[in-house]
């Protein structure tokens, strides 16, 4: 399991009424690989991410990540853990209005002891250059475009240098040349090293991801 960063071993889950929503699910996610996961909507996806990043935990099963196994973790070690190996996107961006582009980007290297302030702007100007709006670092949010926000947000996500980027239905609410900004973005930080999972009800994302998943009546299948 030297190359794996992320494994799921027989993830159970269940909601409120005994609805199983992901029975005995097993995944492994490679260094260096970009997966996507689809399904309808209410499939369970969101809740398979949510597992994956240590924001949930599973009723049956074990997260590992890095080999390190996730269930006996206190809360502050789980966090740790998460905030150095993974970062976030989400459909509805969770950009801060108050802040700035930049100031959004270095709000997780707050909870991050590497790093003093200064070494927050230096990280957060290198991230917009790496999503082509380091010339916007000084808008609010409100003042940029929805691809834009997007792109603002995966900066944020990389701000601590995860190993893994897990996406949210990301470009839910984008048209069809965001999105393909926005994947593409993608495959150049899989070209860098890193991991990206993505979730989404849209199939168009296998034309970008090496690996494609799909999630239906709780049992996570891979496509061909």
Same mark, same amino acid.
Request: aromatic share 8%.
């Given at each position: 399991?030297?190359?794996?960063?992320?494994?799921?071993?027989?993830?159970?889950? $269940?909601?409120?009424?005994? +609805?199983?929503?992901?029975d005995?699910?097993? +995944? $492994?996610?490679?260094?260096?690989?970009?997966y996507s996961? *689809?399904?309808?909507?209410?499939?369970?996806?969101?809740?398979?991410?949510?597992? /994956?990043? /240590?924001?949930?935990? &599973?009723?049956?099963? #074990?997260?590992?990540i890095?080999?390190? !196994?996730?269930?006996?973790?206190?809360?502050?070690? %789980?966090?740790f +853990?998460?905030?150095?190996?993974?970062?976030?996107?989400? !459909?509805?961006?969770?950009?801060?209005?108050?802040?700035?582009?930049n #100031?959004?980007v270095? @709000?997780?290297?707050?909870v991050? &002891?590497?790093y003093n302030?200064?070494d927050? $702007?230096i990280?957060?100007?290198e991230?917009?250059k790496?999503?082509? @709006? =380091?010339?916007?670092?000084h808008?609010? &949010?409100?003042?940029?475009?929805?691809? #834009? !926000?997007?792109?603002?947000?995966i900066?944020?996500?990389? %701000?601590?240098? &995860?190993?893994?980027?897990l996406?949210?239905?990301p470009?839910?609410n984008?048209?069809? $040349?965001?999105?393909?900004?926005?994947?593409?973005?993608?495959?150049?930080?899989v070209?860098?090293?890193?991991? *990206? *999972?993505?979730?989404?009800?849209?199939?168009s994302?296998?034309n970008?991801?090496?690996?494609?998943y =799909?999630l239906?009546?709780g =049992?996570?299948?891979?496509?061909?």
């Amino acid at each position: 399991m030297s190359n794996t960063l992320i494994y799921a071993n027989n993830i159970y889950k $269940e909601y409120k009424d005994n +609805l199983v929503i992901l029975d005995n699910v097993n +995944l $492994e996610i490679k260094k260096n690989n970009f997966y996507s996961i *689809v399904g309808k909507s209410g499939a369970g996806k969101s809740t398979l991410l949510h597992l /994956l990043g /240590l924001l949930d935990i &599973p009723d049956k099963g #074990e997260i590992y990540i890095n080999g390190k !196994q996730t269930s006996n973790l206190k809360p502050k070690e %789980a966090a740790f +853990l998460r905030m150095s190996t993974i970062g976030f996107v989400f !459909q509805s961006y969770h950009l801060n209005n108050l802040l700035k582009a930049n #100031e959004n980007v270095m @709000l997780p290297m707050y909870v991050n &002891p590497k790093y003093n302030y200064h070494d927050m $702007e230096i990280r957060a100007d290198e991230l917009l250059k790496l999503v082509g @709006l =380091e010339h916007r670092k000084h808008h609010f &949010p409100n003042e940029l475009s929805g691809g #834009e !926000q997007q792109r603002i947000a995966i900066a944020r996500a990389l %701000a601590n240098d &995860p190993d893994c980027i897990l996406a949210d239905e990301p470009t839910g609410n984008l048209d069809k $040349e965001n999105e393909s900004n926005i994947f593409n973005i993608f495959k150049e930080l899989v070209n860098i090293g890193k991991s *990206v *999972v993505v979730i989404s009800h849209n199939e168009s994302v296998k034309n970008y991801t090496d690996t494609i998943y =799909e999630l239906k009546n709780g =049992e996570l299948e891979e496509k061909h």
